[in-house]
């Protein structure tokens, strides 16, 4: 009988090392787990922090946008943009954060000096501007983007802020994604509802992307210096075209397609709209 109990005790005492000769080191599960941080552990947050919210559905046709957002997010939208954003006080814009989705034309400039264009602008015009990331990545349905992490110091209230953006191109159109907030407080706070809202953004691809469908003259790409947004005069038929790049409106004669004289505007002119009753053209510089 002693002989069994000692027998069953050297097999329990070898079956103990075994187990432990199987233990994977502590540096080798903390480098798997950092490795997942992006994936599994960031979805287990997002679903813990969005389990009471409750999402809507939105659409955005004519940039081809389709997404879901918080319904305690306030929505405001303009011709090619949308803005999501955390209220405060009713206000929005709000330090608590915000989620950006814009679209504009590339004019068949590619997508490294869209976003190289966007980190001048910033250094250039955001205070304390520092560039923390810049690397491939995806978002939504496996959409490929190049994705920039920066932050600067707000000129409002003087508060530093972390800015995330993706910047894609789709069917000749550069669509920039853009997640800002609060940097201590309210950025990494919000980022697991971020996050879902950024998963769930979907942009349809067309088969033929005809830019003379949105009565832009197909020749208008060609000739001006990376195009932004275009308006037409119905009473003369000329087109005014703002160009970002070289700070100019180009007016193009309807009739033939072609250029008949650069107007030197502010710096990077964006948006612009015509007042036919008074001949007026108003344009509107970034920043």
């Known amino acids: 009988m002693i002989g069994l109990v000692l027998v ?18 502590y540096d080798r599960i903390n480098n798997k787990l950092s490795g997942r941080s992006d994936s599994w552990f960031s979805n287990m947050h ?20 389709k997404m879901q957002y918080p319904s305690d997010w306030q929505k405001v939208e303009n011709q090619n ?14 330090e608590k954060g915000n989620v950006s989705i814009e679209s504009y034309p590339s004019g068949n400039e590619p997508l490294e000096e869209h976003v190289g264009l966007g980190i001048l602008n910033y250094r250039k015009h955001l205070p304390n501007f520092v560039l923390n990331n810049s690397v491939t990545d995806i978002f939504g349905d496996n959409t490929t983007a190049h994705k920039i992490l920066y932050s600067y110091t707000n000129v409002d209230n003087h508060e530093p802020y972390t800015v ?10 550069v669509y920039l994604i853009k997640y800002q907030a609060e940097a201590t407080r309210h950025y990494s706070a919000n980022l697991p509802i971020v996050e879902k ?8 691809r067309t088969a033929i992307f005809n830019v003379t469908s949105q009565n832009y003259p197909s020749l208008a790409f060609d000739i001006t210096h990376d195009p932004y947004d275009i308006a037409v ?16 409106v180009s007016v193009m004669d309807g009739a033939t ?7 030197k505007v502010g710096t990077n002119p964006e948006g612009i709209t015509i007042r ?9 510089n970034s920043f």
């Open 276 to 284: 036919s009753d008074n001949n007026m053209i108003y344009v509107a």
């Open 8 to 25: 069953a005790s050297l097999l329990l005492i070898l079956l103990m090392f075994c187990d432990i000769s199987n233990e994977v080191p």
């Open 197 to 204: 809202i950024i998963d769930s953004i979907h942009i349809e």
């Open 46 to 65: 997002v679903h813990q922090a969005s389990a009471s919210v409750e999402w809507l559905n939105y659409s955005k046709p004519n940039i081809q946008l």
């Open 164 to 173: 995330t953006e993706f910047w894609t191109i789709i069917d000749g159109k």
């Open 257 to 263: 397609d072609k250029i008949l004289t650069d107007i």
């Open 233 to 248: 005069n119905p009473i003369n038929n000329m087109l005014y075209i703002t160009n970002l790049r070289s700070d100019k």
């Open 81 to 94: 943009n949308v803005t999501l954003s955390l209220s405060q006080n009713g206000s929005l814009g709000s």
